[in-house]
T-cell receptor, first 113, second 110 residues
Framework: DARVTQTPRHKVTEMGQEVTMRCQPI?????VFWYRQTMMQGLELLAY????????DSGMPKDRFSAEMPDATLATLKIQPSEPRDSAVYFC???????????FGEGSRLTVL | EDQVTQSPEALRLQEGESSSLNCSYT??????LFWYRQDPGKGPEFLFT???AGEEKEKERLKATLTKKESFLHITAPKPEDSATYLC???????????FGAGTTVTVRA
């Protein structure tokens, strides 16, 4: 059963700490997206990669967020330093770009105190 | 910039009471309109893709339709297990990303 795997599922941390979220794409999917979901803003695109190259990170606060894809099986989203306003659910989604259908992971729920 | 507006924000239905959800969009060069279902604590789950006006797709009690300005998700004779948030998204131009609406939360009472 092919699926997107995200870790951790839940993270509680204190303001100022570094947070790293990880995503394992579906095998064969060459486009990886990071979305953030909050009650107020809904689903917002932070960044995405195609064939491991960053295509768009305009939705991401550059001073504290960074996204990388060190290899085809791993995408990471890092926040340093974290702030309470970063509290949200972070979703990784992947697609094979032919159909455009995105397949989402279960999300990483982040709480910054 | 792509804009996607969903209405209503919330919908409460009695079991068996059919209804429709609306997704209005403004894009430059639509390359696909997508419907997703999201259950609490879960990631969005893909339902349908529509590519051109007049296209329709069905899955169980759900039917999605598309015009040049909006899409409808019709729920026929809903059951409590259809309770979820339904999200609409668009893909446009040469982009790969999806832009999402805020969603409609559907609650079906037995």
């Amino acid at each position: 059963d092919a699926r997107v795997t995200q870790t951790p599922r839940h993270k509680v941390t204190e303001m100022g700490q570094e947070v790293t979220m990880r995503c394992q794409p579906i095998l064969g999917h060459n486009t990886v997206f990071w979305y953030r979901q909050t009650m107020m803003q809904g689903l917002e695109l932070l960044a995405y990669f195609r064939n491991r190259a960053p295509l768009d990170d305009s939705g991401m606060p550059k001073d504290r967020f960074s996204a990388e894809m060190p290899d085809a099986t791993l995408a990471t989203l890092k926040i340093q330093p974290s702030e309470p306003r970063d509290s949200a659910v972070y979703f990784c989604a992947t697609s094979d770009s032919r159909t455009g259908e995105l397949f989402f992971g279960e999300g990483s729920r982040l709480t910054v105190l | 910039e792509d804009q996607v507006t969903q209405s209503p924000e919330a919908l409460r239905l009695q079991e068996g009471e059919s209804s429709s959800l609306n997704c209005s969009y403004t894009v430059s060069g639509l390359r696909g309109l997508f419907w997703y279902r999201q259950d609490p604590g879960k990631g969005p789950e893909f339902l349908f893709t529509l590519y051109s006006a007049g296209e329709e797709k069905e899955k169980e009690r759900l039917k999605a339709t598309l015009t040049k300005k909006e899409s409808f998700l019709h729920i026929t004779a809903p059951k409590p297990e259809d309770s979820a948030t339904y999200l609409c998204a668009v893909r446009s131009g040469s982009d790969y990303k999806l832009s999402f609406g805020a969603g409609t939360t559907v609650t079906v009472r037995a």
